[in-house]
């Protein structure tokens, strides 16, 4: 059978390490990225997507990744009140050797207001 899985992917500074529990020790991370990473995989349900990305893990990942900008999610109890991030759907890895590169023209569409003029160009 299939198994479904939810990835939430964040870069950030984090605390890590072991912690004692009634188990024993075991690994743990720390910090306000870890619960954001949380929120990412619970979000990729709502979306219908497998894997999502924040604004700061794209531009980490650079031109080796293919992303899909999936939406401007508003998050709060993060540490910073309320935060408003982009969103990005992970669609695979980059091949090299093939030119998958968009027209210039439908690089904008996101940023655009007119909604007709976008979905003409879609």
Do not use: M
Not at 5 to 21: D, E, Q
Not at 23 to 48: F, H, I, S, Y
């Amino acid at each position: 059978p299939a198994c479904e899985v939810r990835i939430g992917i964040h870069t950030c500074n984090l605390v890590a390490g072991p912690v004692r529990s009634s188990r024993g020790w075991e690994l743990n991370l720390l910090g306000p990225g870890v619960g954001l990473c949380a929120l990412l995989a619970r979000l990729n349900q709502t979306l219908n997507t497998s894997i999502l990305v924040t604004k700061v893990c794209r531009q980490a990942a650079g031109h080796q990744v293919l992303a899909r900008g999936v939406d401007l999610v508003e998050f709060t109890g993060l540490g910073h009140g309320h935060e408003a991030l982009e969103v990005y759907e992970l669609v695979g890895e980059r091949d090299t050797s093939a030119d998958l590169s968009l027209p210039p023209h439908t690089l904008d569409v996101r940023q655009c207001s007119n909604y007709d003029l976008a979905w003409q160009r879609f």
